[in-house]
């Protein structure tokens, strides 16, 4: 994928040519250049034009946009950076998606699925048994099964390069909170994103029918082996009313996912009278139903209020589809200096690139040595271990 805007934007953000991307730092990237626009570099509440918000949002970041024309309506610490969960999985969809044709037919190895982490949700993949491709991206959509991804991703040339193929799309869909460790969006130190970015994923992946057709799958037959099935059902509880909630009238999808670090992230879209909103939640406060019901009143108010509200940013396009680059300006640098975002990482950690994947990832935006700095943990995000679960 070309991308000629690489150097320039590290020179805007202050980095030397030899120093890779991943080792900047949050502050140094929220006070040099605001992707969408300077308010979304800003902390707290954006709206201008309409009232009524709900008044009990608790995520930590949130963000409302038509779909259509990109104009973002009102958001909550849109660029603040925190474990995405599996919703990084739209980016891998984003990434690999388009690689395969879905009735191309694909067995499962051992080696496959060796690499897919302890405790990690699972449709159900086998080794020895042939599934087609489509199948292999139900299990994806719907169930969220990491198992899934990782033969996608060995399918694909392995998990380090899609690791880094993920990194390289989302530098030019110019989501530059996001910094990929794993495909499947499993909970691994200085893996993160941000409302904003997710929203930009789920944008780009709409685009794509396959993208929205598995997305909006509500229940498939996924292969046990021989002539035997068995029914999976999608895991957006807005999308089936699993867990006693009720549909959302209108909603598209698109992609929710959980870890216990994580807490609970969702991304999802809706039409009603001819418009589509996109609303990405990330770790409220409440559990369960939390994450559904906060993203049902944000899209409840866009619905409502989006011919009143003045767009206080915008999703920027792709650079390969002609978008602009964000050049800093001293504007923008001041007014992300007055109110700073919040910090680097969800877990206080620095940016390291990790393992193989991550090597792959710093050779392929310009390879260097890798600054790591620790930073001790703050009481507000604890360390925990990762555990994914199935029911999401």
């Known amino acids: ?114 690499d897919v982490p302890a405790g990690s949700s699972l449709v159900g993949v086998k080794p020895g048994i042939t599934y087609t491709v489509e199948q292999l991206w139900q299990g994806v959509f719907l169930r969220s099964g990491n198992d899934a991804v990782h033969v996608l991703s060995h399918m694909n040339g392995g998990v380090a390069a899609t690791v880094a193929e993920m990194q390289a799309l989302a530098k030019d869909l110019q989501a530059l909170d996001t910094r990929v460790v794993s495909p499947d969006g499993f909970d691994h130190r200085g893996q993160l994103s941000s409302a904003y970015d997710l929203t930009l994923f789920a944008r780009h992946g709409l685009a794509n029918p396959d993208f929205r057709g598995y997305c909006s799958t509500k229940t498939a037959d996924f292969p046990a082996g021989g002539k035997k099935t068995f029914q999976i059902q999608n895991t ?72 009143d509200a003045e767009p206080v940013g915008t999703l920027v396009d792709p650079l390969s589809e002609g978008g602009a680059s964000a050049a800093p300006t001293r504007k923008a640098a001041k007014a992300a200096a007055g109110a700073p975002a919040a910090p680097a990482t969800a877990d206080g950690s620095s940016w390291g690139l990790v393992g193989g994947a991550g090597g792959a990832v710093a050779l392929l935006v310009g390879g260097a040595l890798v600054l790591r700095n620790r930073r001790r943990r703050t009481a507000e995000e604890p360390v925990e271990e990762p555990v994914e679960e199935s029911t999401e």
């Open 236 to 307: 957006d509880r807005l999308l089936t009313g699993a867990w006693g909630l009720g549909t959302y009238d209108g909603l598209i999808g698109v992609k929710n996912g959980y870890t216990s670090h994580a807490g609970n992230t969702f991304t999802g879209a809706a039409t009603r009278g001819g418009r589509t909103l996109l609303v990405t939640v990330m770790h409220p406060k409440s559990g369960g139903n939390g994450v559904y019901e906060e993203t049902a009143q944000l899209l409840d108010w866009g619905f409502k209020n989006a011919a």
């Open 1 to 114: 994928m070309r991308d000629s805007s690489g150097l320039s934007r590290r020179a805007a953000l202050g980095l030397a040519a030899a120093v890779p991307l991943a080792a900047a730092t949050a502050t140094t990237a929220h006070a040099a250049t605001t992707i969408g626009g300077a308010r979304l570099a800003r902390s707290g509440v954006q709206v201008t034009g309409a009232s009524g918000l709900p008044k009990r949002l608790t995520a930590r970041a949130w963000l409302v946009a038509d779909h259509t024309s990109g104009e973002v309506l009102a958001s909550y610490n849109a660029h603040r950076r925190l474990a995405p969960a599996s919703t990084l999985k739209m980016l891998f969809a984003d990434t690999v998606l388009k690689r395969f044709d879905r009735a191309q037919t694909y067995k499962v190895t051992d080696a496959d699925l060796a």
